[in-house]
């Protein structure tokens, strides 16, 4: 069990916008920690995506938004591509645990 | 831009262990291993600080992971002892960033990037 919850799958179709939520704790995003996340290609590491506020590594298309609100946070696309079709996963950390935590994942499929 | 480059794969039997080493070069920074097993999520197992030797670990991997790091040739190593079954999965190193000083890090960031190829390792009687 993950500390953090994301939904397992999201899909949505060219063009359009997708939301995947990572829900956390007091302790975790709500404490408040930063939340990043990474995309994960099929068969390959996971790459950071977004890290903190809204920080994107250079290469990453402001396409990539995210968003926080007490213990939660979201991460939208806008503008659906195929190539967007991957694995994403949120990560905080977690001042009970004194360690980095991620969320178990969510696999997004462009219809 | 550091790149980091991991040892190959591992089968390893159940009580065994294993040494996976990540190569990575170029400033000051952390090095951290996180682990997926097949269809599962990314979970942390600790971090180094190579300038320092400083490590840290969650309460769950405390005592079987050993993380070390090799100054001179810039490779950091993590260990994992008594091998179970459930330990099968991919092994990744990744760069995290610390802001140091001559008497040492006195600011931490937890985000990840880059990430290095993986390793699987495969615990198999």
């Known amino acids: 069990q993950s500390v953090l919850t994301q939904p397992p799958s999201a899909s949505g179709a060219p063009g359009q916008t997708v939301t995947i939520s990572c829900a956390g704790s007091?302790?975790?995003?709500?404490?408040?920690?930063?939340v990043h996340w990474y995309q994960q290609l099929p068969g390959t590491a996971p790459k950071l995506l977004i890290y903190?506020?809204?920080n994107r590594p250079s290469g990453v298309p402001d396409r990539f938004s995210v968003s926080k609100s007490g213990t939660s946070a979201s991460l939208a696309i806008t503008g659906l591509q195929a190539e967007d079709e991957a694995h994403y996963h949120c990560?905080?950390?977690?001042?009970?645990?004194?360690?980095?935590?991620f969320g178990g994942g969510t696999r997004l499929t462009v219809l | 831009q550091v790149q980091l480059v991991q040892s190959g794969a591992e089968v390893k039997q159940p009580g065994s262990s294993v040494r996976i080493s990540c190569k990575a070069s170029?400033?000051?920074?952390?090095v951290h291993w996180v682990r997926q097993a097949p269809g599962q999520g990314l979970e942390w197992m600790g971090r180094?600080?190579?300038?320092?030797?400083?490590?840290k670990y969650p309460q769950k991997f405390q005592d079987r992971v050993t993380i070390t790091a090799d100054k001179s040739t810039s490779t950091a190593y993590m260990e994992l002892t008594s091998l179970r079954s459930d330990d099968t999965a991919v092994y990744y190193c990744?760069?995290?960033?610390?802001?140091?000083?001559?008497?040492?890090?006195?600011?931490?960031?937890?985000?990840?990037?880059?990430w290095g190829q993986g390793t699987l390792v495969t615990v198999s009687s």
């Open positions: 990560q905080s950390y977690d001042r009970s645990l004194s360690a980095s935590v």
């Open positions: 007091s302790s975790n995003i709500g404490a408040p920690y930063d």
């Open positions: 180094i600080i190579p300038l320092f030797g400083t490590t």
């Open positions: 170029g400033g000051t920074f952390s």
């Open positions: 990744a760069k995290g960033v610390v802001i140091c000083n001559n008497y040492g890090c006195y600011r931490e960031y937890n985000w990840l990037d880059p």
């Open positions: 903190g506020d809204n």
